[in-house]
């Protein structure tokens, strides 16, 4: 009945993963991954512990059945990417991180090395049966996750991301839903309900990929298709048609080439994105280039994509990547050669396994691992995706354990104690794992999650200060934004700014390979400094530590200058600006932060200059997506300054056009607006900015309603009159 019991717990614990995409946690920091990531872990943690406990005190010898399993190909292949990731690891800048990993990804070598263990209990310790039993548990859970998705989308949400967080990564639990549905059919002996389930989940599950808009995914999803019928292809008509799908696809590439331009479509609305992506894989190219042997080590690119950053990428706003969106990148960065061979070693292992295979395993091997790849060319994996790819394997190469006779039924027992020994200390390393890498961590994500709200969350932070976990950088920087952006007035008291202002310098100091840290600790620094001068030395000096590491990282010019600005260094701020400016002339906030320095002083022909940057600034970024909310507010304090009513109503008749949608105006710059077209007597525009604020300020409502009204009778004066401002 013990042996029963300890067997049915490790099941519980693996069926049990199949609903982990539901989570999501209210109450932590990084609320959406984190819950699915710290209970997945606890699964697989309580799944090889009640395994041990059964190995240690069982009769029964399970290392007999499964030793065999770690000679399996995609096995070794898996533990060697796991190897090659901890070489990598511990020489890289920070092991710890990398070790580790973070609460965004699930990575890591910490974070592999479950997922190793996940795909082992599901490919070798489940029967056939109940391998079977957990993809229908996921496809229920997917049908949640699906239905909410498409809630979101009727609810008018641009982008669904439902219970995953993310409308890429929920695009890629689609893609992986629709292979797991396939199998689900294929092995239904008869049309029953499953067979149906998982038939009507298909079709769903590519609407739903459709509306994430993730253009990655749909395109996986366009080449697992091809390859499927490829497949079915040959199979049914022979290797012939190989070579007249050869001759099509010559004609489709001469095709694209000499309608380059039409690609375009695929770029949308946000082709801004696909281009920062282009330079994030060139930087992750050189920082390979760097370190080619063993790479840079897990949870690294910040650093390798900083030291090659191109400015480019500024041009499509201030964008941070811990990835470079490219599975092949990401890898030879993180693992250099060695680890990129061990991974196409990887998908050999899977191919080496189904090559004789005359079912449905083939076809959808293929078919599904062309898909799986070619979206990732274009976003990273993640601890969802991680789930649906162990899930997939391990029913495609699992043994069949259960339609295996057993052998030697009456050999009798033989206690093996080393493999009680290994049984026990694997069982008390994940008894330590449990806690320290799952329950202190939760600890600290909850309690930073309450000083969020809370008026004086001094105590809050010094109980997450007294212990060291490895979220607690990661979760800290996180609260420590919001902070900037939300509370800036709590960063400038006493007791909560000192505390603050240590603990991101901390952060700085013990994660160099994060230049964010360094950029936050200044950011800090310079709100404070107001009221310690000896801060802006220590923000210039951080600053220019940063500079060394990343010498063409726009962001920190930025800041160097502000550093000079406040402290009347007048022409230094000028000078670091034109530098941020000389990185790439056509990044719009670089303009922006040269016009501020030039406007800092009394020099008329400087301000004028000024008002050209800013000018420049508008032309190269007329939605003005690029800049922060506190970089508009400053942009139209200036002009409101300079009396620029011209610019100000630009700006306001952009936001009524669409152009400007990230963002709300605030009401006196409409105000000014409707002021200025009164003057100009541009009756067409005032109607339709007073329209507009109608519906963004319904306080407003019948003053607006009046305006038109004396516009339409052409009553300017009395129009100038009703919105005077200071």
């Excluded at 995953?164 to 893609?175: Q, R, T, V």
């Excluded at 294929?186 to 459709?210: C, D, N, R, Y």
């Excluded at 292992?349 to 979206?375: E, M």
């Excluded at 600034?617 to 620029?644: G, H, I, M, Q």
Aim: hydrophobic share 50%; with cysteine.
């Amino acid at each position: 009945a013990s042996k029963s019991s300890k067997n049915s717990l490790v099941r519980i614990c693996i069926f049990g993963v199949a609903f982990v995409p539901l989570i999501e946690w209210r109450f932590t920091e990084f609320g959406a991954t984190a819950g699915k990531i710290i209970v997945f872990r606890l699964l697989v943690e309580g799944a090889v512990l009640f395994l041990a406990l059964q190995i240690v005190f069982g009769k029964k010898d399970i290392l007999r059945e499964l030793r065999g399993t770690l000679h399996h190909p995609v096995t070794l292949a898996f533990i060697f990417i796991l190897v090659s990731m901890a070489v990598s690891a511990l020489f890289a800048v920070n092991p710890t991180r990398a070790f580790w990993g973070t609460l965004e990804r699930g990575e890591g070598v910490f974070g592999v090395f479950h997922y190793l263990i996940f795909f082992f209990l599901l490919a070798f310790f489940l029967t056939r049966k109940e391998r079977l039993f957990f993809l229908k548990c996921l496809l229920f859970s997917g049908y949640v996750v699906l239905f909410r998705a498409f809630a979101e989308k009727w609810e008018g949400a641009a982008r669904v991301t439902s219970s995953i967080g993310n409308a890429a990564f929920l695009a890629e639990h689609f893609l992986f839903l629709i292979a797991v549905a396939w199998i689900v059919m294929q092995e239904s002996k008869t049309k029953g309900i499953w067979w149906h389930v998982a038939l009507s989940f298909i079709p769903f599950a590519v609407g739903g990929i459709i509306i994430t808009g993730t253009r990655g995914a749909i395109l996986g999803l366009g080449a697992g298709v091809v390859v499927f019928l490829f497949v079915f292809a040959v199979r049914k008509f022979g290797k012939k048609i190989i070579w007249g799908t050869a001759i099509v696809c010559m004609i489709g590439v001469i095709g694209i080439w000499r309608e380059g331009a039409r690609l375009q479509i695929l770029a949308g609305e946000r082709s801004g994105s696909i281009q920062t992506r282009l330079t994030m894989w060139e930087a992750g190219w050189q920082a390979f280039q760097e370190k080619p042997f063993i790479g840079w080590g897990p949870e690294h690119f910040i650093l390798a994509s900083s030291a090659h950053y191109n400015p480019k990428a500024a041009r499509y706003g201030e964008t941070w990547f811990d990835r470079a969106h490219n599975k092949i990148i990401d890898v030879v960065v993180a693992q250099g050669i060695v680890g990129g061979i061990i991974f196409l070693g990887f998908i050999g292992s899977v191919l080496f396994v189904v090559r004789n295979d005359r079912t449905y395993k083939k076809p959808l091997t293929l078919a599904f691992g062309s898909a799986y790849l070619v979206q990732a060319m274009f976003a990273p994996d993640q601890f969802v995706s991680w789930i649906g790819l162990m899930a997939f394997l391990g029913y495609m190469v699992g043994r069949e354990k259960d339609e295996e006779k057993p052998k030697k039924e009456n050999t009798p027992y033989r206690s093996n104690l080393l493999a009680k020994i290994g049984a026990a200390g694997a069982g008390v390393f994940m008894a330590l794992a449990f806690y320290y890498g799952n329950v202190l961590p939760y600890r600290q994500l909850k309690i930073l999650f309450e000083a969020r709200g809370a008026d004086d969350p001094v105590l809050l932070l010094k109980k997450v200060v007294a212990k060291d976990t490895f979220v607690r950088a990661e979760a800290e920087a996180n609260l420590f934004d919001f902070y900037m952006d939300n509370r800036p007035d709590l960063i400038m008291k006493t007791g909560i700014g000192d505390l603050v202002r240590e603990e991101v310098r901390s952060l700085a100091e013990k994660e160099p390979q994060d230049i964010r840290h360094g950029i936050r600790y200044a950011r800090v620094a310079l709100g404070q400094a107001d009221k310690n001068d000896m801060l802006y030395g220590e923000a210039e000096e951080e600053l220019k530590k940063l500079a060394e590491i990343a010498p063409k990282r726009q962001e920190i010019y930025y800041l160097l200058a502000q550093v000079s600005g406040l402290q009347g260094k007048f022409e230094e701020a000028i000078k670091t600006a034109e530098r941020a400016v000389a990185l790439d002339p056509e990044v719009a906030r670089a303009h922006y932060f040269l016009g501020l320095a030039l406007a800092l002083g009394d020099d008329p022909n400087l301000k004028e200059r000024a008002m050209g940057e800013f000018i420049r600034a508008e032309a190269l970024n007329p939605s003005l997506d690029t800049l922060y909310a506190s970089d508009l507010n400053n942009l139209f304090a200036v002009y409101k300054r300079e009396k620029r009513w011209d610019r100000v109503t630009g700006i306001v008749l952009r936001k009524v056009d669409g152009v400007i949608s990230w963002t709300r105006l605030h009401e006196e710059m409409y105000i000014i607006a409707l002021f200025h077209l009164a003057e100009e007597k541009n009756k067409e525009a005032f109607v339709k900015v007073a329209a507009y604020m109608q519906e963004e300020f319904p306080e407003k409502k019948e003053e607006a309603r009046s305006a038109i009204e004396f516009a339409e009778q052409e009553k300017w004066e009395i129009i100038q009159d009703m919105f005077e401002f200071e």
